[in-house]
T-cell receptor
């Protein structure tokens, strides 16, 4: 089991550019979550999916953020256009049933 | 306003000392989890507690869920440098709602 796989691990981009973060959940896990972690605010839930369907996106900070889950094995989080305040570590996590979450290693995003 | 408040935020201790970190809320949780996160990695689940008053042990780590299911504590006995990391508590309020996290306690154990 390779765990939750996120790519890229690091992303440095210029303000105004489009950024796409990718996540492959664990096979068989039916829930997927996107979190953002900063020193100031800790881990914040952005959006989550159950069986590929978005359930709650109230944590998405602005319309510049969007997420998709076209199938059970892939999800993307897109920021367009990116801004310096979007700099953070973005985590994807998956879960099956009531068990604990399994997190990926994260994508460290820096917007300059 | 943070739903889950963790204290202390930072803790630096000598190897062999004992420590307790706390996770408090005014809300009731159906379950509460503790995670440990190391630099450059995602949080890793340590334990889940679901019953008020429940105590679980994981080697030198002891986790307790408050009777009212609003708070929890993590006690580490004889801390070791390998225990260094960010300890996060996270709770589920009801049913299928997602985890909400505290900001964490950053522990440093000095040899």
């Amino acid at each position: 089991d390779a765990g939750v796989i996120q790519s890229p691990r690091h992303e440095v981009t210029e303000m105004g550019q489009e950024v796409t973060l990718r996540c492959k959940p664990i096979s068989g896990h039916n829930s997927l979550f996107w979190y953002r972690q900063t020193m100031m605010r800790g881990l914040e839930l952005l959006i989550y999916f159950n069986n590929n369907v978005p359930i709650d996106d109230s944590g998405m900070p602005e319309d510049r953020f969007s997420a998709k889950m076209p199938n059970a094995s892939f999800s993307t989080l897109k920021i367009q256009p990116s801004e310096p305040r979007d700099s953070a570590v973005y985590f994807c996590a998956s879960r099956v049933g009531d068990y604990g979450y399994t997190f990926g290693s994260g994508t460290r995003l820096t917007v300059v | 306003t943070q739903l889950l408040e963790q204290s202390p935020q930072f803790l630096s201790i000598q190897e062999g000392e004992n420590l307790t970190v706390y996770c408090n809320s005014s809300s009731v949780f159906s379950s509460l989890q503790w995670y440990r996160q190391e630099p450059g990695e995602g949080p890793v689940l340590l334990v889940t507690v679901v019953t008020g008053g429940e105590v679980k042990k994981l080697k030198r780590l002891t986790f307790q869920f408050g009777d009212a299911r609003k708070d929890s504590s993590l006690h580490i006995t004889a801390a070791q440098p390998g225990d260094t990391g960010l300890y996060l508590c996270a709770g589920i309020e009801t049913g299928n709602t997602p985890l909400v996290f505290g900001k964490g306690t950053r522990l440093s154990v000095i040899a």
